[in-house]
C-alpha cells in the first residue's frame, strides 16, 4: 500500500476531498495539522488512517517529527503534498530531507516560488514576461522606471497572492513604500501591464501531459481588490482559449511539471504596449498547486467532472478516466460585509436558485482576495453570469 503524507487537510475545508479520493483509491492517507483531531470534520477523520497534530505547521522540527514517526510506523513515504501555496516551501524540505522523490525539491525552489527565478522558464516556452528589476534603493529603482515609466508594481519575490503588493505611481509613493516595506523582505518591481489576468489550470501526469484543463477568468485586478477592499468577482471559463491551452502547456514543459496540479497566470493585454500587442497572452506567475479556495469545486460545476477523483487517479494509476461533461461559466461572485445591497444575500440567493450550487462565508484567511460572503453558480451563456454578478453587486440607491 502507498503511503501520502497530507499536510493541513483541513485548510481549506474542501480538501477533505482529496483525501476521500486518495483513500478510495487504495491509499494509505496520513494528515499532519495543527488543529485538534476531534476539531476535523468526521467527513476527514473517516478519510485519514492516522493524523498526527502539531503545536504549528510553521514549525519545521515539529512537521519533520511527524513524518519521521509515520515512517517508523507505515515504512517509506510515497507521496507527501499540501496542495497549498504557504507550505510549498515546507513541502520541497521535507521532500529532500526524507528522498521522497514524486514532487518539487529543495533545489527546485528558486524557480518555482521565486518571481524572478521564474521569468526565465516562461521565457524558455517562448512566453514574453514584465520587465522587472529587484528592489534595492531609491536610485535604482528610479533607473529602473525611467527605462519602463510610471506606474509600476512592487510585491514580494517569494509572495503569496496580491497581499503586500504596491502600484507605485509617483516619487513619492516610491519613497513611502522603500521606507514601509518589510525588513529582511526581497521585493520584485516590474512594469505596469494593462491587462485582464486569466489562468490555465491542468492536473498534468507523470509524463508532463494534462489528464484535465480548464481556466480562469479574473476581469478585476486581484490588487486592486485587496488593497481597495472590493467585491470580488472571477469565473472559470466554459471553454479554454487555444491560445491559453497552448501557452499552459508550453509552461508544463519549460518548468518540467510531474504528477501535479498546477494553476499558471497570464496577462491577456487589453492594449498594445512594450511587452506585446493587444489580446496577447503573456506571462505573470506560475503556481505549483491547485488555484485556491473553493476553485476546484468551481471547476467541478463548470466542467461537470470531479478534478479531486482525477487528481487522486494520477497519483494512484498516472491516469483518469472520470469523464468531463457538460460545459458552463463557473462564476463566483464575492460581496464585502457592510456594504449596502440592493439584494439582499437571501434575495439573490432566491433569485438565482437555478443556477447557484454554493453559498456561504468565505474563512477569514481568504476573504482578503475574495471577500466574505459568497455566491457560486454555474451558467450557460456569458450574459446570464455578468446579470448575476450585476446584481450580486449592485448597492440600493443613496
Not at 478510495?24 to 470534520?41: C, E, H
Not at 480562469?216 to 468577482?233: G, Q
Request: charged letters at 25%; hydrophobic letters at 40%.
Amino acid at each position: 500500500m502507498k503511503n501520502f503524507v497530507f499536510i493541513s487537510p483541513n485548510f481549506p475545508a474542501n480538501y477533505w476531498m482529496f483525501c476521500r479520493e486518495l483513500k478510495n483509491n487504495g491509499l494509505r492517507v496520513l494528515g499532519i495539522g495543527d488543529s485538534p483531531y476531534d476539531g476535523l470534520t468526521e467527513e476527514l477523520r473517516g478519510c485519514l488512517d492516522e493524523y498526527y497534530k502539531v503545536g504549528s505547521l510553521e514549525n519545521y522540527d515539529e512537521v519533520y517529527r511527524a513524518v519521521a514517526y509515520f515512517i517508523s510506523r507505515y515504512g517509506r513515504i510515497d507521496w507527501l503534498e499540501s496542495n497549498n501555496e504557504y507550505w510549498l516551501t515546507h513541502d520541497a524540505m521535507l521532500r529532500t530531507d526524507f528522498h521522497i522523490t514524486s514532487g518539487w525539491q529543495e533545489s527546485d525552489l528558486a524557480r518555482i516560488r521565486y518571481k524572478s527565478g521564474m521569468k526565465e522558464y516562461y521565457q524558455r516556452a517562448g512566453i514574453p514576461t514584465a520587465r522587472w528589476h529587484i528592489v534595492d534603493d531609491f536610485d535604482g529603482c528610479m533607473a529602473f522606471v525611467h527605462e519602463v515609466g510610471w506606474p509600476v508594481i512592487a510585491k514580494p519575490d517569494d509572495g503569496v497572492g496580491a497581499s503586500d503588493t504596491h502600484k507605485l505611481s509617483d516619487e513619492d509613493a516610491l519613497r513611502r513604500f522603500l521606507n514601509e516595506k518589510r525588513p529582511g523582505v526581497s521585493y520584485i518591481m516590474e512594469e505596469f501591464i494593462s491587462a485582464t489576468v486569466i489562468s490555465y489550470d491542468a492536473i498534468i501526469d507523470s509524463h508532463g501531459e494534462p489528464l484535465f484543463e480548464t481556466g480562469n477568468v479574473t476581469p478585476n485586478s486581484i490588487m486592486d481588490i485587496v488593497n481597495n477592499n472590493d467585491n470580488t468577482f472571477f469565473y472559470i471559463v466554459k471553454d479554454l482559449a487555444e491560445d491559453v491551452r497552448a501557452a499552459g502547456r508550453a509552461v508544463a514543459k519549460s518548468f518540467g511539471v510531474h504528477s501535479r496540479f498546477v494553476h499558471f497566470e497570464f496577462f491577456r493585454l487589453t492594449c498594445d504596449q512594450h511587452i506585446g500587442k493587444a489580446g496577447q497572452v503573456v506571462a505573470l506567475e506560475v503556481n505549483m498547486r491547485p488555484s485556491g479556495g473553493i476553485s476546484p469545486d468551481m471547476m467541478n460545476y463548470a466542467n461537470s467532472t470531479d478534478v479531486y477523483k482525477i487528481w487522486a487517479d494520477m497519483i494512484a494509476f498516472d491516469r483518469s478516466t472520470k469523464p468531463v461533461g457538460e460545459h458552463y461559466f463557473g462564476a463566483f461572485a464575492g460581496r464585502r460585509d457592510g456594504k449596502p445591497f440592493a439584494l439582499s444575500h437571501e434575495e439573490l440567493a432566491a433569485k438565482y436558485a437555478a443556477q447557484l450550487r454554493m453559498v456561504g462565508r468565505v474563512p477569514d484567511a481568504l476573504s482578503g482576495a475574495m471577500s466574505n460572503q459568497m455566491f457560486l453558480g454555474a451558467f450557460s451563456t456569458e450574459e446570464e453570469m455578468n446579470a448575476f454578478y450585476a446584481d450580486a453587486v449592485r448597492e440600493r440607491d443613496k
